[in-house]
C-alpha cells in the first residue's frame, strides 16, 4: 500500500462490537479473566492496550517495520535503547543530537558503566576510526539537530553490520514520510512522536521500530518492565495525527523550502543551514537518502543582540521548545534545546549563541515571512 493508504489504514481495523471507524481509546487499567491462567490476550494496562498496539502497528508500518513500541516520551524510547548494552560498553555517538539525548547519554548513563565517544558521522571514517572491541551500537542523528547535518545512512548501516554494531537512527526531524533508516539497512529507528509523527502540539511520546525480532522482545521487555509506556488517549491522539502526516509533511516542506530561500535572499542572516538548499554540503546526500528536505531550518544572525531582537518581535511564530507541529515555532538552542551541552562543545559544531532555529508549520508562508520581516525592521 501507499504511504498515505498505511497513514490512513494501517493496524487498525472497525471495532468488533460496534463497527466504530475510528481505534476506540481503551481507557482501562486492568481486565476481566476467565478463569485462572485464562485471558482474552489481555491482563494490565501497562502490558497491553489495544490502542497502543494499533499505534504500534500503524508507526511500524510507516517505517517500513515488523515490530514498534511505543514510549510515554522520546527520551523515554532513548533510555530503552540503552538496554541493549551493558556496563563496560561502548556507543558511537553523532556529535550534534538533541540535546536530551547528550544529557541523558553523557550525564546519567556515564554512571552506570557506559562509554561514549561523540563524533562528527558526516564522516564515514570517523565511525569506523571510533570502534574499539567494546563498542556495541552506533546512535546516529540525521538530519541533526539543530545544524542539520546528514549522515550517509547506507554507508553507516554498511559499517554497522561488518563490525557486528548495532545501528540506531533518530528519524525525529525527517519523520517516516521523508526518510526510512530501516530502508537504509539501519537496525533501528527511534522517534519522539511528539514531533511530526503526532504534528499538533497536544502529546508527548515516542516509539522505536525494528525488523530485528531479538531487539523487539528485549524492547518490548523492557517496555513492560519499567513502565514509560504512553496512556491511551496519548496513542488515540497520534492515531489521529498519522492519518493526516503525508499532506503536513508536503507543507512543512513546501514553506520550508520558500522560507530558506527568503532568508537567503534577504540577507539578514550570515549562515542558514538547511538539506533542501542547493549550497547545503550534503545536499546530494540529502535528496539520495531523503524523499523531501522537511521543515527545520537554522540561522545564524552573526550578532546575539539581532538574534534576541527577531526572537522577542516574532508575532506569527512562537517562541518556544519543541518542534514539528502544525504551528511555526521559533528558539535559540544554546539556552534552550542544547544548554545542557557544553559551550565550546556546541561552538565546535557551528552552534553558536546567535543561532536561530525555526520549525516552519503550515501558515500562510507569505505572513511567516512577513512576520520575520516586521520583527527584524
Given at each position: 500500500?501507499?504511504?498515505?493508504t498505511?497513514?490512513?489504514?494501517?493496524?487498525?481495523?472497525?471495532?468488533?462490537v460496534?463497527?466504530?471507524?475510528?481505534?476506540?481509546?481503551?481507557?482501562?487499567?486492568?481486565?476481566?479473566?476467565?478463569?485462572?491462567?485464562?485471558?482474552?490476550?489481555?491482563?494490565?494496562?501497562?502490558?497491553?492496550?489495544?490502542?497502543?498496539?494499533?499505534?504500534?502497528?500503524?508507526?511500524?508500518?510507516?517505517e517500513?517495520?515488523?515490530?514498534?513500541?511505543?514510549?510515554?516520551?522520546?527520551?523515554?524510547?532513548?533510555?530503552?535503547?540503552?538496554?541493549l548494552?551493558?556496563?563496560?560498553?561502548?556507543?558511537?555517538?553523532?556529535?550534534?543530537?538533541?540535546?536530551?539525548?547528550?544529557?541523558?547519554?553523557?550525564?546519567?548513563?556515564?554512571?552506570?558503566?557506559?562509554?561514549?565517544?561523540?563524533?562528527d558521522?558526516?564522516?564515514?571514517?570517523?565511525?569506523?576510526n571510533?570502534?574499539?572491541?567494546?563498542?556495541?551500537?552506533?546512535?546516529?542523528?540525521?538530519?541533526?539537530?539543530?545544524?542539520?547535518?546528514?549522515?550517509?545512512l547506507?554507508?553507516?548501516?554498511?559499517?554497522?553490520?561488518?563490525?557486528?554494531?548495532?545501528?540506531?537512527?533518530?528519524n525525529?526531524?525527517?519523520?517516516?514520510?521523508?526518510?526510512?533508516?530501516?530502508?537504509?539497512?539501519?537496525?533501528?529507528?527511534?522517534?519522539?512522536?511528539?514531533?511530526?509523527?503526532?504534528?499538533?502540539?497536544?502529546?508527548?511520546?515516542?516509539?522505536?521500530?525494528?525488523?530485528?525480532?531479538?531487539?523487539?522482545?528485549?524492547?518490548?521487555?523492557?517496555?513492560?518492565?519499567?513502565?514509560?509506556?504512553?496512556s491511551?488517549?496519548?496513542?488515540?491522539?497520534?492515531?489521529?495525527?498519522?492519518?493526516?502526516?503525508?499532506?503536513?509533511?508536503?507543507?512543512?516542506?513546501?514553506?520550508?523550502?520558500?522560507?530558506?530561500?527568503?532568508?537567503?535572499?534577504?540577507?539578514?542572516?550570515?549562515?542558514?543551514?538547511?538539506?533542501?538548499?542547493?549550497?547545503?554540503?550534503?545536499?546530494?546526500?540529502?535528496?539520495?537518502?531523503?524523499?523531501?528536505?522537511?521543515?527545520?531550518?537554522?540561522?545564524?544572525?552573526?550578532?546575539?543582540?539581532?538574534?534576541?531582537?527577531?526572537?522577542?518581535?516574532?508575532?506569527?511564530?512562537?517562541l518556544?521548545?519543541?518542534?514539528?507541529?502544525?504551528?511555526?515555532?521559533?528558539?535559540?538552542?544554546?539556552?534552550?534545546?542544547?544548554?545542557?551541552?557544553?559551550?565550546?562543545?556546541?561552538?565546535?559544531?557551528?552552534?553558536?549563541?546567535?543561532?536561530?532555529?525555526?520549525?516552519?508549520?503550515?501558515?500562510?508562508?507569505?505572513?511567516?515571512?512577513?512576520?520575520?520581516?516586521?520583527?527584524?525592521?
Amino acid at each position: 500500500m501507499g504511504f498515505s493508504t498505511d497513514a490512513i489504514h494501517a493496524g487498525q481495523h472497525p471495532d468488533e462490537v460496534t463497527g466504530a471507524v475510528i481505534t476506540p481509546i481503551y481507557q482501562t487499567s486492568t481486565y476481566a479473566q476467565q478463569e485462572l491462567g485464562r485471558n482474552k490476550g489481555y491482563e494490565y494496562g501497562r502490558t497491553h492496550n489495544l490502542t497502543r498496539q494499533c499505534l504500534e502497528a500503524n508507526i511500524a508500518a510507516l517505517e517500513k517495520g515488523k515490530y514498534g513500541v511505543a514510549f510515554s516520551s522520546g527520551l523515554a524510547a532513548t533510555h530503552a535503547l540503552m538496554s541493549l548494552v551493558k556496563a563496560g560498553d561502548h556507543v558511537i555517538v553523532t556529535n550534534n543530537v538533541y540535546g536530551g539525548t547528550f544529557r541523558l547519554f553523557e550525564l546519567i548513563m556515564k554512571d552506570y558503566g557506559l562509554d561514549f565517544s561523540w563524533v562528527d558521522t558526516t564522516d564515514l571514517r570517523n565511525i569506523k576510526n571510533a570502534i574499539k572491541q567494546n563498542t556495541k551500537l552506533v546512535y546516529l542523528e540525521t538530519p541533526t539537530n539543530p545544524m542539520l547535518y546528514l549522515t550517509d545512512l547506507e554507508g553507516a548501516a554498511r559499517i554497522c553490520r561488518e563490525n557486528n554494531l548495532i545501528s540506531i537512527v533518530d528519524n525525529t526531524f525527517m519523520s517516516p514520510y521523508f526518510q526510512n533508516p530501516l530502508s537504509s539497512g539501519c537496525d533501528i529507528a527511534i522517534h519522539s512522536s511528539t514531533k511530526y509523527i503526532n504534528g499538533h502540539s497536544d502529546v508527548i511520546g515516542g516509539i522505536i521500530v525494528t525488523n530485528n525480532e531479538k531487539v523487539h522482545e528485549r524492547i518490548r521487555y523492557v517496555q513492560n518492565a519499567i513502565g514509560a509506556v504512553p496512556s491511551p488517549f496519548d496513542c488515540w491522539l497520534i492515531l489521529r495525527s498519522t492519518k493526516t502526516l503525508a499532506v503536513r509533511m508536503e507543507r512543512h516542506n513546501q514553506n520550508a523550502i520558500k522560507f530558506a530561500g527568503y532568508l537567503i535572499k534577504s540577507g539578514m542572516a550570515a549562515k542558514v543551514y538547511y538539506p533542501g538548499l542547493p549550497d547545503h554540503p550534503q545536499h546530494e546526500l540529502a535528496k539520495k537518502q531523503m524523499r523531501g528536505f522537511g521543515g527545520m531550518i537554522s540561522a545564524d544572525f552573526e550578532d546575539v543582540e539581532r538574534a534576541k531582537m527577531l526572537l522577542k518581535n516574532v508575532r506569527v511564530f512562537t517562541l518556544g521548545e519543541s518542534l514539528g507541529g502544525v504551528e511555526s515555532l521559533i528558539s535559540h538552542p544554546a539556552s534552550m534545546t542544547h544548554a545542557s551541552v557544553p559551550k565550546e562543545e556546541r561552538e565546535k559544531m557551528g552552534l553558536t549563541d546567535s543561532l536561530v532555529r525555526f520549525s516552519i508549520g503550515l501558515e500562510d508562508i507569505e505572513d511567516l515571512i512577513e512576520d520575520v520581516h516586521s520583527a527584524m525592521k
